[in-house]
C-alpha cells in the first residue's frame, strides 16, 4: 500500500509530465502500482483520507 506521501507525490509528479515508468523509479514502486494510484483506484489519499481496515 502506498504512504500519504507517495501518493501524493505521483499525482504531483504526473502533473508535471512525469511518465509512469520514471515515477516508479522515483518513489520505488511498480509500474503497476503506480498506474492504478494515477487513475484514482484507491481514491486520492490526500483527499479522501485512509481507507478504514
Do not use: F
Amino acid at each position: 500500500m502506498l504512504t500519504q506521501e507517495d501518493d501524493i507525490d505521483i499525482h504531483a509528479l504526473r502533473r508535471r509530465g512525469w511518465s509512469i515508468s520514471a515515477i516508479a523509479r522515483h518513489v520505488g514502486r511498480d509500474r503497476k502500482t503506480i498506474r492504478y494510484a494515477d487513475i484514482g483506484g484507491w481514491g486520492c489519499l490526500a483527499n479522501h483520507g485512509w481507507p478504514r481496515l
